[in-house]
């Protein structure tokens, strides 16, 4: 039985426009199991966003429990949820948010940079990252100088350089073609396999979904259903 | 993070924004560069006043006759600029010899040279003239007067008919100069010149046993003034008050008829360090107000620093940066915003205190060399970091507050 690494207890999330409140999430309660690739799919509008700002603790529910590894985080102060966020979850982008003033290099170095690495250690492990992305040669470019598909593979190395326990990808392929948004997935695919981390990847595409082992659908809120499924690499 | 890390991103962002930057960092640079100049100019000032001050000798005290200030200030002059003497409110009013005998009493006293002075006709090679002769105590003059010898030598206790004359007197009063061992006539006496003074004065010195010869209506042991120098230069205060106390039990007058006065060159030297001082005071506040401005302009550029970076800040903040990490990034910005303004400022301001006294000639006060002391940068260094870390705690803080999902949101 592989253990929880991520459990929502009737979690919602209201948010105040005005005098009106919008409740993004209404009592949604999941548990994500260690080593799973879990697909978040749902229409725009679902809470499928709220859900992954939730799950990569950027932010708290209005109401319910969020358990990281056990740990009630929806009670953790700001600076306690990003030391939590450095060091458990890797984040990828659809833009790729990249900081535009920093090489390759210098953007995959940044996580371990928070974490207080030592200099030698972190430029090492930096390159090494680099280099299982495929990126050793274009390492002191600027993400301008980059295509679409080099800049998510910097984001996917960043997302990795601390080694974390959960990859959280926010619609991975949304601004690739799809011969490179296959190959992000496939890179995705691959660190699941081979590294065992637990990905959580929020998409609307029905097909990229078919990589997870497990769907939650959501709408309205709600999740709608929670599936098992043969993903194409199993 | 680390903080070293924290400086380094600070510069990148100081880096990536180059033109504000630099714009932000003229308004530092001006508002240092003027405190420099001015903290500079003053101290140079207090340094010229200060060498002015020695020179003048501020241990010396002038006692003269009747209560109005002033008069007695000219007696060490060398009898230069024509003073019209001591202002005895009534003509009886003297300094006589029981007021010598009453001084000698103090211990804080070194030494006490007794003058009177007076007009006589002088001729030299047939050209006459009319000056000012001061006889002096020729045993302590010279060690009493500020005045300094060019050729010859002062006056000494076993001279009679010899003068020491000042510079002009010697050089361009008569048809030719005139040199050490001439013959000067005086009141039909003649006097042999032992000593030319370093001055531009018309004054003659003669002991006083002989000037109350030459000059006419003079009375033995009625001096013109008391010339006093004390022991400690730094107790003149108290001294010139135990003068007064004792003059005024030896004369039997009281405070309300008070009838001598007793001056010193430092209440002179006193004032206008008080003048300069209002007026550096008054400068200083000047550039304290560009200091004031510029760094409004830090906040400023702070401000739309994170406005402009409030993405970056979501992406840092997700990726693990703390709020204190944010926080010290932006203040280092600021305060590198402010050590880069301080560091120019500093140059400018050297550069324009050489020029300052220069364009300043006019005024008295500002004859002096500006000096640029190792104080005064320290000074401006941490004032200009201050004002760039203060102007940035504001928006530093808030980019650390911001949540990373809302920045994250931000475009």
Known sequence: ?234 | MKLNKCFKHAFNMVLHSKLRSWLTITGIVIGVAAVIAIVSIGDGMQQSLNAQLNALGGDIVTISPGFERGGGMFGMRGGGGGSSGPQATTKEIVLGRSDLQALKGLPDIALIDTNIRGSVDISYLGKTGKVSVTGVDQGVWSQITTSKIKTGRMLDSADQNVIVIGGRLASSYFDQPVGINKMITINGSAFRVVGILDDQSNSVYMPIQMAYQMIPDKTNDIYYTLVVKIRDENQLDEVITKIENKLMTARHVTTKSKDFSVSSRKEMQQARADTMNSMNTFLLAIAAVSLIVGSIGIANTMFTSVLEKTKEIGIMKAIGARNHDILLIFLFNAAFIGLVGGIIGIMLGTLLSGFMPALMGGLPMARGTAIVTLNSIFMALSVSVTVGILAGIIPAYQASKLKPVDALRYE
């Not at chain 1, 409140?21 to 209404?26: D, G, T, Y």
């Not at chain 1, 371990?112 to 492990?125: C, G, M, S, T, V």
């Not at chain 1, 601004?175 to 296959?182: E, F, K, M, N």
């Not at chain 1, 990905?199 to 990589?211: G, S």
Request: with cysteine.
């Open chain 1, 1 to 234: 039985m592989m253990e929880t690494i991520m459990e929502l207890k009737d979690v919602w999330k209201i948010y105040r426009m005005g005098e009106v409140e919008v409740p993004a999430l209404r009592g949604v309660s999941v548990k994500i199991k260690k080593g799973d690739f879990v697909a978040i799919i749902g229409a725009s509008g679902s809470g499928k966003s709220t859900m992954m700002n939730l799950i990569g603790c950027l932010d708290i529910p209005s109401r319910g429990s969020l358990y990281l590894k056990s740990q009630d985080i929806s009670r953790l102060g700001e600076s306690d949820l990003a030391s939590l966020r450095g060091k458990t979850i890797g984040f990828i982008f659809q833009q790729y948010n990249l900081i535009q003033s920093m090489s390759a290099f210098e953007n995959v170095m940044l996580p371990l940079e928070f974490l207080e690495y030592e200099d030698r250690k972190a430029a090492n492990r930096t390159r090494e990252i680099l280099a299982l992305v495929g990126l050793s040669d274009k390492m002191h470019h600027r993400p301008t100088q980059l295509s679409g598909g080099q800049q998510q593979r910097v984001s996917i190395a960043r997302s990795l350089v601390s080694d974390p326990e959960i990859i959280l990808a926010d619609e991975p392929t949304g601004a690739l073609d799809s011969v490179t948004g296959r190959e992000v997935l496939e890179m995705l695919h691959s660190l699941w396999k081979k590294h065992g981390k637990t990905i959580i990847m929020v998409t609307h595409d029905l097909n990229l979904a078919k990589y997870a082992s497990t769907t939650i659908e959501l709408k309205d809120g709600e999740i709608l259903k929670i599936s098992k499924i043969r993903g194409i690499g199993e």
